[in-house]
């Protein structure tokens, strides 16, 4: 029991078919405080699958995840009070200004009334988002609504934070200040992040984990040496590029 | 959390221009029916001040203003329903509510809660109308109650309905279609054939206005009440199970 406490998140042999020829099939993640891990894969491996297992969103055919001990299956609400998600396309009303959208938020994660308002503080400052307070999210442009997204998953102060290839659609610029959030975050959190750029996983992950074909191919640490991971992950995107040949 | 979730929808309902061109409209319909039915009366007067029991003011305005407005009623209220959650999917904000501690029972509860609050407060300027009629003459007001919980009860039976249909898809306009298509199935259920045929007299018992009639005549029974709520709740049930099925579906 002490084992399942200790870790923030806990997935243990995911599966889920979704069709013939797409699922995921035994996904197992441990993840710590301090742990920045990049699940790398190639366009439809399975990434976004795997993270909507993670935050239940999507309900696994068999297999389970803890957050911070709480079963996702058997205790769904007080595990997902603890996670905090930013799906591949970020959940925002147009029509409400950014900080009444995050207030909102707060309040939908049952963040204490007299710490929401820090909180929401807290978040805009980490985001940069101060500028924009009190615009319409619908006027902002997709680097400011792509940092909304972030915000909202933030503003509750989740145990571990899931994000869907957060830097998509972004300019360098906002890529690096984009990381740099996932490092800070990733000091006193657990972060799951999916990517298909070798580079940014690297840049960014202290752990890295291969998703290809629906199953975990790879996972370890990032050290100095990453020869055999890029080998591998050229391998993969050749083996695709044959099959779609062929 | 229910509570949020309706103050929520409340307010991008009133957030929305859409919404106010709906109370517009409908504040002209109003006037228009209720003043159209206050002249009726006042030329038929002196006829019905011949007969035994002659119908009073708010007894006629309960048949011939409120009675009607159910029917304005069953296209506003899953039009102000419809984007419940059609834009939610649209939007692609979903996700939002699935990773939160909400229940799914929650959102629709609270989802319902918030467009019913804005629907109720349209009955209530509906039902206003015949009320400052008491500076000029005596009402009866048990009459004028019972139509507006008739008309409370049916609209809310008609959020209902819209907000399943909103939960089926992410066009909104399909879901209005398709609530409006079974409000006039159920308006018209048992209306066709004699009226000693069985099956018309069973088809009936399902129908709106078998159980909508007696409210604007003063008579609440509890089975027509029960017919609305039975209505609404399983309409709401509905919409939980098709958005628990989501999380299922992929």
């Known amino acids: 029991m002490t084992d399942t406490v200790n870790y923030l998140l806990d997935a243990d042999k995911l599966s889920r078919r979704l069709s013939a020829d797409a699922g995921v099939y035994d996904i197992s993640i441990k993840l710590q405080r301090g742990d920045i891990l990049g699940l790398l894969g190639l366009n439809g491996a399975g990434k976004s699958t795997t993270l909507r297992l993670l935050t239940g969103t999507l309900v696994p055919d068999s297999g389970d995840v803890r957050i911070s001990g709480d079963s996702m299956r058997e205790a769904p609400l007080q595990a997902r009070r603890k996670i905090g998600y930013l799906p591949d396309q970020p959940p925002l009303y147009n029509d409400m200004r950014v900080e009444s959208y995050l207030r909102f938020c707060a309040k939908l994660r049952l963040v204490a009334k007299a710490e929401q308002q820090s909180n929401v503080e807290a978040v805009l400052n980490e985001c940069d988002l101060q500028s924009v307070k009190k615009n319409r999210i619908g006027q902002l442009s997709k680097g400011f609504r792509q940092r909304v997204g972030l915000a909202q998953a933030l503003v509750h102060k989740p145990h571990v934070l899931l994000l869907d290839e957060p830097s998509n659609g972004l300019d360098p610029n906002q890529m690096m200040g984009m990381r740099n959030i996932i490092k800070q975050t990733g000091e006193k959190q657990a972060v799951i992040f999916s990517t298909h750029l070798l580079a940014e996983a690297q840049a960014v992950c202290n752990r890295i984990a291969v998703v290809h074909k629906g199953k975990l191919i790879h996972e370890d640490k990032v050290t100095g040496d990453n020869k055999q991971l890029e080998d591998l992950f050229t391998g993969l995107s050749a083996d695709d590029t044959q099959a779609a040949s062929a | ?250």
């Open chain 2, 1 to 250: 959390m229910i509570g949020a979730i309706a103050g929520f929808e409340s307010r991008a309902l009133l957030r929305s221009a859409q919404t106010w061109i709906i109370a517009a409209v409908l504040a002209i319909v109003f006037a228009y029916l209720f003043l159209q039915a206050l002249e009726t009366y006042l030329e038929v007067q002196p006829q019905l001040a011949l007969q035994d029991h002659p119908t009073g003011l708010s007894g006629f305005l309960a048949v011939r203003y409120l009675a009607p407005l159910v029917m304005v009623f069953a296209l506003i209220a899953p039009l102000l329903a419809m984007r419940s959650f059609s834009d939610e999917y649209r939007q692609h904000t979903m996700a939002l509510w699935q990773s939160s501690p909400v229940s799914m029972t929650g959102l629709v509860v609270g989802k319902f809660l918030g467009v019913a609050l804005v629907i109720l407060l349209l009955v209530m300027v509906a039902g206003l109308l015949p009320a400052f009629m008491r500076f000029y003459t005596a009402l009866d007001f048990g009459v004028l109650a019972a139509s507006v919980l008739g008309l409370s009860l049916a609209s809310l039976m008609f959020t209902a309905i819209g907000l399943f249909f909103s939960s089926i898809t992410k066009h909104a306009i399909i879901a209005v279609a398709a609530s409006v298509l079974l409000l006039v199935l159920l308006w018209l259920l048992g209306s066709a054939g004699s009226a000693d045929n069985i099956l018309t007299n069973v088809l009936a018992i399902f129908a709106i206005p078998t159980h909508l009639a007696g409210f604007f005549q003063g008579y609440i029974s509890t089975a027509s009440v029960a017919y609305f709520v039975i209505l609404t709740v399983l309409f709401i049930s509905l919409t939980i199970i098709r958005l628990d099925a989501l999380r299922h579906s992929g």
